[in-house]
């Protein structure tokens, strides 16, 4: 379109200009729109501007971050190969997870689940639920469950895992648990205002007005301060 063109043109000038580092600049903009509402158009807007062969490693896994996200899978993979993993382990770990979640897209299973165990592995702090993650890309939900069940036993992870648990049972649809967990969590005081929101969710989805409309209520004091005991789940 005339705009993406304009934009496109506009950004092509900036990244053009002497006094402009494209790696340090890329490096600024590129988290910013990756997520979000605009990442179509972000993606429309730096795909075809940005010389591959004068940017970093790391700039070019941003750009295959920007395209997986807007859903150009061909141009993410493009932009993978041949990429160096740096001596980073961190890098070589957000390379692996990009590749996992893009093998998930291609509903290529066993290349998925081993790129997100490589993440894991080389990264295990930032990428500790790659594999989890994939499973649920790949609609593998009993086995995402089992994944997140061995990682809540562990204790740095335990919070976390507790969380996704509530969360894949709401996804599947199974709200006695979910209601279960997000409840557990509330008393707990973990996340108040994400329990109370989700327990009112569950509540309209189960047919409980009264119930869904009591835990909406709370929104306002658990944003303010924890809370430490939620309402009734019955």
């Known amino acids: ?11 092509r000038e900036m990244l053009g200009k002497p006094d402009v580092e494209p790696d340090r600049a890329l490096g600024e903009l590129l ?21 591959r062969g004068a940017v970093s ?4 896994l941003g750009l295959a971050r ?7 899978h061909d141009a993410a993979r493009e932009l993978l190969r041949g990429l160096p993993a740096g001596d980073a382990a961190g890098a070589a ?12 897209a291609a509903g290529q299973g066993d290349a998925a689940l081993a790129a997100a165990r490589d993440a894991a592995r080389l990264d295990p702090d930032e990428h500790a639920f790659a594999v989890a993650e994939t499973l649920v890309d790949l609609d593998r939900a009993e086995e995402a469950h089992r994944e997140l069940e061995r990682l809540q036993a562990d204790a740095s992870t335990a919070g976390e895992a507790a969380r ?4 894949l049972a709401l996804g599947t649809g199974d709200f006695a648990e979910a ?12 996340g108040a205002a994400e329990a109370l929101f989700y327990l009112g969710v569950i509540a309209e989805r189960r047919g409980n007005a009264d119930l869904a409309l009591q ?10 301060r924890p809370i430490p005991r939620g309402p009734a789940t019955d």
Do not use: M
């Open 1 to 11: 379109s005339y705009f993406q063109s304009l934009h496109s043109a506009k950004f």
């Open 31 to 51: 988290p910013l729109v990756t997520d979000g509402d605009h990442v179509h158009a972000a993606w429309l807007a730096f795909g075809d501007v940005v010389d």
């Open 57 to 60: 490693a790391e700039t070019r």
């Open 66 to 72: 920007l395209a997986a996200a807007a859903d150009n």
């Open 93 to 104: 770990a957000g390379i692996e997870r990009l590749r996992a979640q893009l093998a998930a």
């Open 164 to 167: 996704r648990l509530a969360l």
């Open 179 to 190: 209601q279960q967990r997000f409840g557990a969590r509330l008393q707990q005081g973990e």
């Open 215 to 224: 835990s909406y209520s709370r929104l306002p004091e658990a944003a303010a």
